[in-house]
């Protein structure tokens, strides 16, 4: 065992990492949030080359102690003032993007990540530029969607947004979309919002009641009808849901 580990220190003495091209590591955040029956992102523009005032995703290099999940949040913070620690929020890992020419400073691979908030569907979390970013703002995603942006950012954009509205399909992470207790109508919206689409609301309501548990307590509707209020279990829907235009149609839309 000793003579192993003296040859392990020997060999790490003489190593040269400078004989290896250098790589940086980034994050980039796709954070989105339901408002006013839109699906949006939370961007910047960028106050400084490259894509100086271009539109993009907040985030940054990793710092030499950091890992890429400490990264995000703290780029997050910095460049838009969410602090996702504070927030009811699901964050996972989407993919690297790794391409030798994503970036023209240097060769940077980034490790974007997937931010759901939790809203009310009427009011987004306020927004403040910091950092790097010159603004900082909630766009539609799917109006953004045909914009340019910098970098890459439209392509992992649009990964964020596939992977949501497949996972949707199967599984009830809409709900991290909503407020813990939420209405059918709000986890509707959601759907809505995401897929780009109308839903007919008698269907959707049949085809999720069996993943929803009913909390017994009722909305307090400034107008109307108090409605059924229910939490999200975690069962996987089955059969999946599909989207409308994706091939088989599952529901007929309004």
């Known amino acids: 065992m000793s003579r192993d580990w ?6 790490l003495q003489a190593y040269a990492p ?17 408002a006013e029956g839109a699906l949006h992102s939370a961007l910047v523009h960028r106050g400084m080359h490259p894509f100086m005032g271009g539109l993009a995703l907040p985030g940054g290099f990793v710092g030499p102690r950091e890992s890429t999940g400490q990264a995000a949040y703290r780029e997050l913070a910095e460049e838009t003032g969410l602090d996702l ?3 009811p929020v ?10 030798p020419d994503r970036d023209p400073r240097m060769r940077v691979v980034s490790v974007a990540h997937l931010a759901l908030l ?3 569907g009427r009011i987004l979390p306020a927004l403040s530029a910091g950092s790097d970013a010159a603004a900082a703002a909630w766009h539609p995603v799917h109006q953004v969607l045909e914009s340019t942006m910098a970098f890459d950012h439209a392509i992992i954009l649009r ?7 497949g996972k949707m399909e199967y599984s009830t992470v809409a709900a991290q979309l909503v407020p813990e207790e939420f209405t059918m109508t709000q986890l509707r919206t959601v759907y809505e919002a995401t897929w780009n689409t109308r839903l007919a609301a008698g269907n959707f309501t049949r085809k999720m009641m069996p993943h929803l548990q009913d909390t017994g307590r009722k909305s307090r509707a400034a ?8 939490t999200a279990t975690r069962s996987p829907i089955h059969p999946p849901l599909t989207r409308p ?9 309004e």
């Open 245 to 253: 235009g994706t091939g088989v149609e599952a529901r007929a839309r």
């Open 85 to 87: 620690g504070r927030m």
């Open 223 to 230: 107008t109307g009808a108090p409605a059924a209020l229910f």
């Open 18 to 34: 400078n004989d290896y091209p250098s790589v940086a590591l980034a994050v980039d955040l796709v954070v989105l949030a339901v």
């Open 90 to 99: 699901h964050v996972e890992q989407l993919a690297t993007y790794s391409d």
């Open 118 to 120: 939790a809203t009310d």
């Open 159 to 165: 990964d964020g947004l596939d992977r949501l509205s």
């Open 6 to 11: 003296d040859a392990e220190q020997d060999f």
